[in-house]
Nanobody, 124 residues
C-alpha cells in the first residue's frame, strides 16, 4: 500500500518561494502516476499539477509558469517547487498517487492514495 508523507509547507510573503515534498514510505517498488491538489479556505479541493511515471507534466492554468512538479523515482519522492507565490495560493496542499496508471492523471477521483496535507499560507 502506498503511504504518502508531505512536508515543506509554511508561511511566506507574496512573491516568495516554497518547495513541497511528498515521500512514499511503502517499501514495495511500484510505478504510479502522482499529482498535487489544494483546498483553499472555504472552497473545494482543486487540481494543481500532475506528473507521469516517466516525468511528463501538466499544470492548472492558475499555476502554470510559477510552479514546477518533479519526481525522483529512486527516492520515491515527488516535489512541487512554488515560485512567485500569491495570496490566492493559500491552501492546504495534498499529494496523491494513482497506482493504476503511469500516465498523467488530473481527475481527483482517480487517485487512490492521499497525503495528510500541508498548509501553505501566503501573506500580502
Amino acid at each position: 500500500q502506498v503511504q504518502l508523507v508531505e512536508s515543506g509547507g509554511g508561511l511566506v510573503q507574496a512573491g516568495g518561494s516554497l518547495r513541497l515534498s511528498c515521500a512514499d514510505s511503502e517499501r514495495t517498488f511500484r510505478r504510479y502516476a502522482m499529482g498535487w491538489f489544494r483546498q483553499p479556505p472555504g472552497k473545494e479541493r482543486e487540481f494543481v499539477a500532475a506528473i507521469s511515471w516517466s516525468g511528463g507534466t501538466y499544470y492548472a492554468n492558475s499555476v502554470k509558469g510559477r510552479f514546477t512538479i518533479s519526481r525522483d523515482n529512486a527516492k520515491k519522492t515527488m516535489y512541487l517547487q512554488m515560485n512567485s507565490l500569491k495570496p490566492e495560493d493559500t491552501a492546504v496542499y495534498y499529494c496523491a498517487a494513482d497506482p493504476d496508471s503511469t500516465l498523467i492523471v488530473t481527475r481527483m477521483y482517480e487517485y487512490d492514495y492521499w497525503g495528510q496535507g500541508t498548509q501553505v499560507t501566503v501573506s500580502s
